[in-house]
């Protein structure tokens, strides 16, 4: 089983509800922390002292408050720990269920569990802990699985994401070729552009731009 596991949570009664199932599971050092920034911290000193860590548990979501932040949210955490950290363990403990978010986070972060924050998400979160330390398999949640079946997860990406924000911020298509330009991204083409919200339209069954957009905040996309 895990040696040393990290959790970032800024709740302390969910902290003490996880550090009470991995201490079932005979985990020798358990350390917490609330901020992202901490977190990294941790981490680095660790693998500095030659005690690195063997696994991360992290929320998604962390508020704000007086202390000053440059790592914001637990999928901005878990990108920068998988930068410094390729091999580590992620856990994600949370209540998102954004479909891109939970694809995003496996396919571009490489998380190796999702749980989802639900009455028995401790219980489930004990059980994933079982599974990734176990196997080289992955564990993610059945109310959130739905979001790895589908073919989003290798077709989406953040240039389709982009198009789609301008277009709910009212831009026209020309106009959104000139700020492609701008931001040295490519294709820039207003034959592009269109060719590619065409094809973001028939793969979300939207029957037009505000149809599209729609369909994309409810998935969580922008």
Same mark, same amino acid.
């Given at each position: 089983?895990?040696?040393?596991?990290?959790?970032?949570?800024?709740?302390?009664?969910?902290?003490?509800?996880?550090?009470?199932?991995?201490?079932?599971?005979?985990?020798?050092?358990?350390?917490?922390?609330?901020?992202?920034?901490?977190?990294?911290?941790?981490?680095?000193?660790?693998?500095?002292?030659?005690?690195?860590?063997?696994?991360?548990?992290?929320?998604?979501?962390?508020?704000?408050?007086?202390?000053?932040?440059?790592?914001?949210?637990?999928?901005?955490?878990?990108?920068?720990?998988?930068?410094?950290?390729?091999?580590?363990?992620?856990?994600?403990?949370?209540?998102?269920?954004?479909?891109?978010?939970?694809?995003?986070?496996?396919? *571009?972060?490489? /998380?190796?569990?999702?749980?989802?924050? &639900?009455?028995?998400? #401790?219980? $489930?979160?004990?059980?994933? %802990?079982? +599974?990734?330390?176990?196997?080289?398999?992955?564990?993610?949640?059945?109310?959130?699985?739905?979001?790895?079946?589908?073919?989003?997860?290798?077709?989406?990406? *953040?240039?389709? /994401?982009?198009?789609?924000?301008?277009? &709910?911020?009212?831009? #026209?298509? $020309?106009?959104?070729?000139? %700020?492609? +330009?701008?931001?040295?991204?490519?294709?820039?083409?207003?034959?592009?552009?269109?060719?590619?919200?065409?094809?973001?339209?028939?793969?979300?069954?939207?029957?037009?731009?505000?149809?599209?957009?729609?369909?994309?905040?409810?998935?969580?996309?922008?």
């Amino acid at each position: 089983m895990f040696k040393k596991v990290l959790i970032a949570e800024d709740m302390d009664f969910i902290n003490s509800g996880i550090k009470s199932q991995l201490a079932e599971l005979g985990i020798a050092q358990i350390d917490y922390v609330q901020y992202c920034d901490e977190a990294l911290l941790k981490l680095k000193s660790a693998k500095l002292n030659n005690q690195p860590f063997d696994l991360l548990i992290s929320d998604l979501s962390f508020d704000e408050d007086y202390v000053e932040q440059k790592i914001k949210s637990g999928e901005a955490l878990i990108k920068a720990v998988r930068k410094e950290f390729p091999l580590l363990k992620i856990a994600v403990f949370s209540i998102e269920d954004k479909e891109y978010t939970v694809q995003t986070l496996f396919n *571009e972060h490489k /998380i190796n569990a999702y749980v989802w924050k &639900s009455r028995d998400g #401790l219980r $489930e979160l004990k059980k994933a %802990i079982h +599974k990734i330390y176990n196997a080289s398999t992955h564990y993610i949640s059945p109310h959130v699985a739905g979001a790895m079946l589908k073919s989003n997860a290798i077709e989406i990406v *953040e240039y389709d /994401i982009f198009l789609i924000e301008c277009l &709910s911020n009212g831009y #026209l298509q $020309e106009e959104i070729s000139v %700020i492609l +330009k701008d931001k040295s991204w490519s294709p820039t083409s207003v034959s592009s552009i269109e060719k590619r919200l065409k094809f973001l339209r028939e793969h979300f069954n939207a029957n037009n731009p505000t149809h599209l957009v729609a369909i994309a905040k409810d998935l969580g996309l922008v």
